[in-house]
């Protein structure tokens, strides 16, 4: 099983300069490295930016050191993980602007592409640069240097093809892309909705911007060759395929439902919503679950392959302590999240982390919606010891784990506020429950 993350940013390149503005500074490529395989435990991973010419002196004196070492299909080696060298640019098409990736097989090609792509970039040492050529013209410059590409996070209202451009890629594209980047707030039974889609394979990739976000999305491949070759060859439909992928629940997704940016709240209610309910405004941020409501052409085929899954950390319970504790034990997210045996993770973590750990393997955690660029929340079913308060109630946890508790009683028809009772089923991170 090879478990990949396809878009890592960097953050700086090791000369101390800025690539991805956005992304956290600790974001380098030996960093990268490090915590893909030895905390993740990951097998194959894209690095975004390489474009950048400060990153592909990196990759250089990586080399030079020893710590990468090319493939023979492509792609580099660091111990058992395999690097794919990459890029994200900035494109417009159709009603708006929408963000690609490619990958290519080492990083002279980068050198060939970012020579062919820089009359029309104004700075290729930052990340998701605009570039001012057609898509046309891009694919040319791609194909040209031995590349592969797909439109990214491609549902999202913000720089997603399907979410900010066009309801058909057919429409406005000169070539269908063999694959695709679904995106935080989407799957694949809401990607398959559109029925363009058939056949192209579908990424689930974390767009991470910090070292703990690397695998907050990732995919379970089978591949010839752990190698760019190996996913080459997956894209054409040669051999190879993606077993699950592994993201966050839609629900969850900050920009899951629509978002009124005048109340400055996510609109619930039956999708779609283009206007705001309560307000009546239409100055609204559409959601991934409204718009593709919007351009749905077939009711989706069934898939099995996306798993929901809630990354570690962001799990209650796995405080800093705790989380160290289980990578002490196990090794790697990977081995905690797919692998590792209840009895052995109460061993280690206690009782409660344990229950949570296993709630998100088997997919049984609730949650809000997120949306307008706010995630949702994990929301677990408890019962409280309350003489009044003693049916099934909601415990709302926010995804930062802090612990801000909402409890609905059959009994009662207001919020009630506790701060000495204890939950019964023991579910909860928190000692108390507090209002």
Not at 272 to 300: E, F, K, W, Y
Not at 306 to 323: A, D, H, M, S
Request: net charge neutral; hydrophobic share 40%.
């Amino acid at each position: 099983m090879i478990y990949a993350d396809l878009h890592i940013h960097i953050g700086q390149s090791l000369d101390g300069r800025a690539v991805k503005i956005t992304a956290a500074k600790s974001l380098t490529l030996p960093n990268i490295i490090e915590t893909a395989q030895e905390v993740k435990g990951l097998s194959l991973i894209g690095v975004i930016d390489v474009q950048s010419p400060g990153v592909r002196r990196d990759f250089q004196f990586l080399l030079a050191e020893g710590i990468l070492h090319p493939l023979s299909g492509g792609g580099y080696a660091s111990g058992k993980l395999t690097i794919i060298p990459g890029t994200e640019i900035e494109l417009k098409e159709g009603s708006g602007s929408a963000h690609f990736l490619a990958f290519f097989p080492a990083i002279e090609h980068l050198e060939r592409y970012a020579k062919n792509l820089s009359p029309y970039v104004k700075n290729l040492q930052l990340s998701s640069q605009k570039a001012y050529l057609a898509v046309s013209d891009w694919l040319e410059i791609v194909h040209e240097n031995a590349g592969v590409w797909l439109p990214a996070h491609a549902f999202t209202p913000h720089k997603g093809i399907y979410g900010n451009c066009c309801s058909r890629l057919a429409e406005v594209l000169p070539e269908m892309p063999k694959a695709l980047e679904i995106g935080l707030s989407a799957d694949r039974v809401m990607a398959l909705s559109v029925s363009e889609l058939e056949g192209v394979q579908l990424f689930s990739n974390s767009d991470a911007h910090s070292l703990p976000n690397i695998a907050r999305e990732y995919n379970a491949l089978s591949l010839r060759d752990n190698s760019f070759a190996g996913l080459h060859e997956l894209l054409a439909g040669a051999s190879g395929e993606i077993i699950h992928n592994y993201g966050l629940p839609p629900k969850i997704g900050k920009y899951h439902r629509t978002y009124c940016l005048v109340c400055e709240q996510v609109v619930e209610g039956e999708p779609p919503q283009l206007t705001c309910p309560h307000c009546g405004s239409n100055h609204v941020v559409m959601g991934v679950l409204d718009r593709l409501n919007v351009i749905a052409d077939r009711t989706a085929p069934e898939d099995s392959r996306y798993q929901y899954q809630v990354p570690l950390r962001q799990l209650p319970g796995i405080g800093p302590k705790t989380y160290s504790r289980l990578l002490a034990a196990f090794g790697t997210e990977m081995a905690i999240l797919h692998d590792v045996a209840e009895q052995d993770l109460a061993k280690v973590s206690g009782d409660k982390a344990a229950h949570w750990i296993m709630k998100a393997r088997s997919g049984q955690l609730e949650f809000s919606a997120g949306g307008g660029g706010v995630f949702g929340h994990i929301r677990l079913p408890c019962r409280i010891a309350a003489p009044l308060m003693n049916e099934n109630l909601v415990h709302t946890i926010t995804m930062a784990g802090e612990g801000r508790s909402y409890f609905l009683g059959a009994a009662s028809p207001y919020i009630r506020r506790t701060t000495t009772t204890r939950c019964i089923a023991d579910c909860c991170s928190f000692g108390k429950h507090a209002g």
